[in-house]
């Protein structure tokens, strides 16, 4: 047998025993945790090849590997240095932030926060955990506060002169967003700045919207007052008419009476500032029929352009057509006094012939005069009516119903113009 073969392997075995007795791994130094090693064989070295070591790590660290090994190289299998938990970075919520106790590290308290105007819909904390994970997801911040606006504060406006409205004006109040600061539409209820107001109380409001669809809202009042003088009338048998509202400052009421009566007083009113009226009081006297009069065209004269006329004559008061007639017309005197109409009777003949209007007598050669002049027979009945101008519009030779005048009266064109003011003044026969 060869020795070299022995001698060999007699080297190999001493340089294995040595190999495997001594150190060959740089020893184990483990912060902020503890390692535990078990050699081969028993060896007083704890970093020999072979040495297996388990690692221990503190509460909030961690080690690559539990277990490592000295390896042929002098190297051990893996780190096995005792590091920091981390948790991944917290995203940063839209429209806010956080702040942590220690970063992202083991055990870091992380308190999230909203931009003024924002409220925090979410969990408001989030901590750190064992497995590297966060306690709670990144919350939210919502805009939910609305905005804010502010109205105008307008005193009492007045009326101005002669009207009934007043022009008021005030600036467009500004919406502030407490959020993002961005509003995206303003809108008014009621009339806008610088219109006309009219009389009494009218409510009024702004309101806001931001991008997130809160609102808000704010409410003002506008006022407007206007000076009015105490309430005028009519007078009695005659028209009042005011522009503007009959009452309100600058008024002109206007007064006229009706056809036999004549103005007494003021013709013209008006409403003054110190909210009196200026004049004197409005009246309608009737009529003074001078039945002294010498000739019958001055007896009528009295009554061109106020009055129309119906003479009704009959050779006696017994006259069978003349008393159905006057009957008649008794029940009627509303329909005759509203259209302007005075009776004027002549009953008889000269020289014992009596002429009358109402109660008022005429001397009898009056009353023949004025048979003379409008043609009138004595010895028959006969009736003329006369309009206004002091023209013969119609003659009647036998009686007609107040119906049948009336409808005749109604179809002169002074009388058409009557109507339209009898109406508006509500001046109606009820009966």
């Given amino acids: 047998m060869d020795a070299w073969p022995l001698v060999l392997l007699s080297v190999q075995l001493c340089l294995c025993s040595a190999y495997q007795g001594s150190p060959w791994c740089a020893p184990i130094k483990v912060k902020h945790g503890d390692v535990s090693c078990r050699t081969p064989r028993g060896e007083n070295?704890?970093?020999?090849?072979?040495?297996?070591?388990?690692?221990?790590?503190?509460?909030?660290?961690?080690?690559?590997?539990?277990?490592?090994?000295?390896?042929?190289s002098k190297h051990w299998s893996s780190s096995y240095a005792c590091q920091e938990i981390r948790c991944a970075k917290l995203d940063m919520p839209v429209n806010g932030g956080y702040k942590?106790?220690?970063?992202?590290?083991?055990?870091?308290?992380c308190e999230f926060f909203c931009s003024p105007g924002f409220i925090l819909m979410g969990q408001k904390t989030a901590t750190c955990q064992y497995r590297k994970t966060w306690s709670a997801g990144v919350p939210t911040c919502v805009d939910v506060e609305p905005p804010k606006i502010k109205c105008p504060n307008l005193k009492d406006?007045?009326?101005?002169?002669?009207?009934?409205?007043?022009?008021?004006?005030?600036?467009?109040?500004?919406?502030?967003?407490?959020?993002?600061?961005?509003?995206?539409?303003?809108?008014?209820?009621?009339?806008?700045?610088?219109?006309?107001?009219?009389e009494g109380l009218h409510k009024m409001s702004y309101t806001v919207f931001d991008r997130a669809g809160?609102?808000?809202?704010?409410?003002?009042?506008?006022?407007?007052?206007?000076?009015?003088?105490?309430?005028?009338?009519?007078?009695?048998?005659?028209?009042?008419?005011?522009?503007?509202?009959?009452?309100?400052?600058?008024?002109?009421?206007?007064?006229?009476?009706?056809?036999?009566?004549?103005?007494?007083?003021?013709?013209?009113?008006?409403?003054?500032?110190g909210l009196t009226w200026s004049g004197t009081d409005t009246t309608c006297a009737a009529m003074n029929i001078n039945v002294g009069v010498r000739t019958?065209?001055?007896?009528?004269?009295?009554?061109?352009?106020?009055?129309?006329?119906?003479?009704?004559?009959?050779?006696t008061a017994a006259n069978h057509n003349y008393r159905f007639q006057m009957t008649n017309l008794q029940h009627a005197q509303c329909g005759l006094d509203l259209r302007h109409v005075t009776v004027i009777e002549l009953v008889g003949t000269y020289p014992a012939q009596i002429g009358r209007i109402r109660h008022r007598l005429l001397p009898p050669a009056l009353a023949l005069q004025l048979r003379l002049l409008l043609q009138i027979p004595q010895r028959s009945f006969q009736m003329v009516l006369v309009d206004k101008q002091g023209m013969d519009k119609q003659r009647y030779p036998f009686p007609i119903t107040a119906a049948e005048l009336f409808t005749t009266v109604d179809t002169f064109p002074l009388r058409k113009d009557e109507m339209v003011l009898q109406q508006e003044a509500g001046q109606t026969c009820q009966s």
């Fill in 100 to 109: 942590c106790s220690d970063g992202s590290y083991f055990n870091s308290r």
């Fill in 214 to 273: 809160n609102k808000g809202s704010c409410r003002f009042t506008v006022r407007v007052r206007v000076r009015r003088c105490s309430a005028l009338f009519p007078p009695d048998n005659g028209y009042m008419k005011c522009d503007s509202d009959a009452d309100n400052y600058g008024t002109t009421c206007e007064f006229t009476c009706t056809g036999g009566y004549e103005l007494r007083g003021s013709a013209a009113r008006v409403c003054q500032y």
């Fill in 45 to 72: 070295y704890r970093n020999v090849m072979g040495t297996r070591c388990k690692i221990r790590c503190k509460q909030g660290y961690e080690s690559q590997s539990s277990e490592v090994v000295c390896m042929a």
């Fill in 296 to 315: 019958a065209a001055a007896l009528l004269d009295q009554f061109y352009e106020k009055r129309r006329l119906l003479v009704i004559s009959a050779p």
């Fill in 157 to 198: 406006k007045w009326a101005e002169p002669a009207k009934l409205t007043a022009r008021v004006t005030w600036d467009t109040p500004e919406g502030v967003d407490t959020a993002d600061g961005i509003l995206t539409d303003v809108i008014l209820k009621g009339k806008p700045s610088k219109s006309n107001f009219p």
